[in-house]
């Protein structure tokens, strides 16, 4: 099943959203700066597509990690 673009972004918000991570790691680890984390996570603005397939992978890259 694909999702389109609307749906991959609120995706990327939704996980960003439920995470205890700090703005900080996750910026620090994607290389999104962490002002346009504190947005997302926020509400006040959206991720362009790009963004919103690193912050997917990243917490899908998180969830198979054993550490």
């Known amino acids: 099943m694909q999702l389109c673009?609307?749906?991959i972004v609120q995706k990327a918000i939704e996980l960003i959203s439920n995470s205890t991570l700090s703005n900080y790691k996750i910026a620090k680890?994607?290389?999104?700066?962490e002002a346009s984390i504190g947005n997302y996570r926020n509400g006040n603005t959206r991720p362009a597509l790009a963004?919103?397939?690193l912050i997917i992978y990243y917490f899908n890259k998180k969830d198979v990690?054993?550490?």
């Open 5 to 7: 673009k609307a749906e």
């Open 29 to 33: 680890d994607t290389g999104i700066t």
């Open 51 to 53: 963004n919103a397939y």
């Open 65 to 67: 990690e054993v550490s």
